[in-house]
């Protein structure tokens, strides 16, 4: 079982190395192709579109094999792509590959975490599937940081290249170390569709894709904050990058005893009500060099006590099709992924400074708050909502 979540872990790792190494080497992306920072964080919305339309789609695809089959072709899928996209020239080309390398990302998380779930002892689900989300902290720790200094000192290309081999790494784990699951959808595609009959899964759906944007709004142009605001040099965006992993690590580990002390959905409401006071804090604190660098830990550490939580809430919502529901919440996240990234470079585009991204990034984890309460009104109110629309 140790292996097996290992594996999974390695795949997030990748997982987590190139879709967070994106907004550490932004301004080096953007400077190589000629584009604008605000242009260049269409890549970060490309990928998640990529993910948004993968989840579902191949999770549907693949369900009629066998997991640990499933698991591997999708990891053989981002491994190619990624790589192809460290040799992209242009702005299509790279929006392109992105979009690509993006598509296996949902249902790999999505068919992992109840993969997971399964492989856990009885009341240690949350543990087992924050074990799977530590490779994708871990790659904010070491990965991400890396990748960072080295496309900033040498090529962004390099960062990619580096992706691709950890994806090597995560098919050799998952083929040796992985047993021999069930099918993906042992009852079929069309009766798992059965489960978007379920508001309750819509609306925490709709609860992970606006709360967690809160955090991509901050995320998606921390090397302009760091540089521009705080006056840092461009070398330590990758020391800021550490923290932030660090602080995502620190941050997942606590989410998982959340999900076990109290129910998933009350966790959520609590971490995005602190992350909402840390983001409104860090607009006026973000010119200070060294305040900037705590606050950077402490939103890194809130952002991701919500992974294990958020995602034990979209498994509870739909029994029968978890791996469908589990994947559909990895959509979730991107499109978060991309509405943060989007909504923060508008008023950056506008005029008002990179700080106002964290402001937009408030607003979205405010309005998750709002969100979560539903999902709690619906349950005890309005139980048959609960069950199907």
Same mark, same amino acid.
């Given at each position: ?12 790792? &990748? ?75 242009? *702005? ?74 950890? &994806? ?50 901050? *995320? ?30 620190? &941050?997942? $580990? ?29 607009? *006026? ?12 830990? $402490? ?46 470079? $508008? ?13 937009? &990034? ?28």
């Amino acid at each position: 079982m140790n292996k097996a979540l290992i594996a999974l872990a390695i795949g997030g790792f &990748g997982i987590g190395m190139t879709e967070f190494v994106i907004m550490g080497i932004l301004p080096d992306v953007a400077s190589a192709l000629n584009i604008t920072i605000p242009q260049a964080g269409h890549f970060i919305s490309a990928y998640a579109l990529g993910v948004v339309v993968g989840a579902p789609l191949l999770t549907a695809i693949g369900g009629k094999w066998p997991a640990h089959k499933v698991l591997l072709l999708l990891m053989l899928w981002f491994t190619v792509f990624n790589t192809l996209s460290a040799f992209a020239n242009s *702005y299509e080309l790279l929006m392109i590959s992105r979009f690509l390398s993006g598509l296996p990302h949902g249902a790999f998380f999505g068919i992992g975490a109840v993969v997971a779930g399964k492989l856990a002892k009885p009341g240690k689900s949350a543990k087992a599937i924050a074990t799977m989300f530590t490779g994708l902290t871990l790659a904010n720790v070491l990965g991400v940081p890396l990748g960072t200094y080295l496309g900033h000192h040498y090529s962004w290309s390099i960062s990619f290249l580096m992706v691709g081999v950890i &994806g090597i790494l995560a098919m050799l784990s998952i083929r040796f170390w992985m047993p021999k699951l069930d099918k993906s959808s042992p009852d079929g595609f069309k009766k798992d569709m059965k489960v978007l009959k379920k508001l309750e899964l819509w609306m925490v759906i709709l609860l992970t894709t606006v709360g967690t944007g809160g955090f991509f709004a901050w *995320y998606s142009y921390i090397a302009p904050l760091i540089t521009d605001v705080a006056g840092h040099d461009e070398s330590v965006v990758s020391y800021a990058m550490i923290l932030a992993g660090t602080g995502m690590v620190v &941050g997942n $580990l606590i989410g998982a005893k959340l999900a076990e002390k109290f129910s998933p959905i009350y966790a959520v409401i609590l971490t995005l009500i602190v992350m909402v006071i840390l983001l409104v804090a860090n607009t *006026y604190l973000a010119h200070d060099p060294f305040i900037i660098l705590i606050m950077t830990f $402490l939103i890194g550490m809130v952002a991701f006590c919500i992974s294990t939580p958020i995602q034990m809430a979209v498994i509870n919502s739909s029994k029968g099709s978890e791996m469908l529901g589990s994947s559909l919440n990895q959509s979730a996240f991107n499109m978060g992924n991309a509405s943060g990234a989007y909504l923060a470079g $508008l008023p950056i585009a506008a005029g008002y400074g990179f700080t106002s991204a964290t402001l937009v &990034g408030a607003a979205m984890a405010g309005t998750g708050v709002l969100i979560a309460l539903g999902v709690i009104f619906i349950r005890k109110r309005k139980p048959s909502l609960a069950v199907e629309v």
